[in-house]
């Protein structure tokens, strides 16, 4: 998730780890949100948001947002999920919160070395992720293959390593000390992927193959999920038009992940972020949300 420079430098001076210090409320009448994450730890955190959107991971798609929950042993008012429930109005037609969840598909292997959460086995809708043989820096290695169904496995496994051990850690954390103000429950929230080419990704047309499928596997993990009324809860894609063309190859309607709704980035202002409402779906699912950067990134719901 792209974000601004003044946001960024202004976290980095940071050092109390007390309450964060909030920001002038916004002037504009139109209702709108934020999305926050790692970088806003110990600083300041939007206020007079409609809803907010909040990382799960920290920044990477197998490591988690360390103010996700209470920030460094800090209170209730350094956890980002509980800024999201607690003081977000839920002016629109979006909830008062929501989670975003970075994504990857990193292969066996990288400079020379196996990834070590690529996995070596799993029953998938491509058949079975097999393990193989190769040889690396270090001398020979038996990873899972660079195919298909172990990258269906491996985004199948980082959601449910962001569902239950990620977000799970930081909703008890928060209920521990504000019982019955933020849902414990994985499915009472939606869920966003971002899909960034800043991450690490496969190249070429087979490599897009294995993108699809491990966004294919995220996606499906996440709708396993129930919210309290036994809904499954929405999932959709954080992605510009360019990451997404080439990362997946583009999703036509026999794609596994075609559909998904779509948070649309890239404007500039709010009326910039309101005219992209219109774009033309390169998921195949609606326009739900388009974002701005300012001082936070702000966020629209069409």
Do not use: H
Request: hydrophobic letters at 35%; a neutral charge.
């Amino acid at each position: 998730m792209r974000r601004s420079v003044i946001a960024f430098v202004a976290i980095c001076v940071v050092v109390s780890l007390g309450p964060p210090v909030t920001a002038k409320p916004r002037r504009s009448s139109v209702a709108i949100g934020n999305d926050i994450s790692f970088p806003n730890c110990g600083g300041r955190f939007p206020t007079g948001q409609a809803f907010g959107i909040v990382g799960v991971n920290g920044g990477l798609a197998n490591n988690a947002n360390p103010c996700l929950g209470p920030y460094q042993n800090g209170g209730v008012s350094t956890s980002e999920l509980y800024w999201t429930v607690a003081t977000s109005s839920g002016a629109t037609t979006q909830p008062k919160a929501s989670l975003y969840v970075n994504t990857a598909d990193p292969g066996n292997a990288s400079n020379g070395q196996p990834i070590a959460d690529w996995p070596k086995s799993g029953s998938t809708p491509y058949g079975d992720c097999m393990q193989t043989p190769i040889t690396t820096s270090t001398g020979a290695a038996l990873v899972g293959e660079n195919s298909p169904a172990c990258a269906y496995e491996y985004g199948w496994e980082r959601a449910t390593q962001d569902a239950q051990t990620f977000f799970m850690d930081a909703a008890q954390a928060v209920d521990s000390l504000r019982p019955g103000v933020v849902s414990t429950n994985p499915g009472d929230y939606p869920w966003w992927l971002d899909i960034e080419s800043a991450n690490s990704w496969q190249a070429g047309t087979s490599g897009q193959q294995m993108n699809v499928a491990a966004i294919r596997g995220m996606v499906e993990y996440l709708r396993t999920l129930r919210s309290s009324t036994g809904l499954a809860p929405v999932v959709g894609v954080y992605a510009s038009s360019g990451d997404w063309q080439s990362i997946t190859g583009g999703t036509g309607s026999s794609s596994p992940v075609y559909g998904l709704p779509l948070w649309v980035p890239g404007a500039t202002s709010l009326s910039g972020a309101q005219s992209k409402c219109a774009t033309a779906s390169y998921t195949g699912g609606g326009v739900r949300l388009t974002q701005w950067a300012s001082t936070y990134d702000n966020d629209f719901a069409c």
